[in-house]
């Protein structure tokens, strides 16, 4: 498995993982809760998966392998800036509206990890 190949695999694995936190993410906002150290822990997770994520894409862009569709560029970047851009908009807060923030802007994040993998086939085949 080559690097094209690892992408793709990290994908379904980011895709799995923001899932989960939106899971986890309105399961804690229903219990009336806000972020927990465990949750920032998997937020930071999350972050770093998709920061490796697009250093493979970058890599692959690099070595002359290109999205069929130049969008798929967009997603990837959109997903790298979802999360700080959250924390930013709440200062930090950790209090339940910030849990339901999260939640939603992980279920957003899966769609659009679920975007980029459908517009990710390489127009060199791989």
Same mark, same amino acid.
């Given at each position: ?31 009336? !809760? ?18 490796? !994520? ?40 950790? =209090?339940?509206? =910030? ?21 990710? !086939?390489?127009?060199?085949? =791989?």
């Amino acid at each position: 498995m080559g690097f094209p190949g690892i992408h793709a695999l990290l994908a379904n694995v980011v895709l799995y993982y923001f899932l989960a936190l939106t899971v986890w993410g309105y399961w804690r906002f229903y219990r009336k !809760q806000g972020l927990s150290p465990d949750f920032w822990g998997a937020l930071v997770i999350a972050e770093g998966l998709l920061v490796v !994520q697009f250093l493979l894409g970058g890599g692959l862009w690099l070595a002359g392998f290109r999205p069929a569709r130049s969008i798929h560029i967009l997603y990837g970047i959109v997903t790298l800036l979802t999360l700080p851009g959250v924390y930013l908009y709440t200062k930090g807060r950790t =209090e339940k509206p =910030e849990m339901l923030m999260y939640a939603t802007i992980s279920l957003i994040t899966a769609g659009l990890v679920l975007r980029a993998i459908s517009t990710a !086939q390489s127009a060199l085949g =791989e």
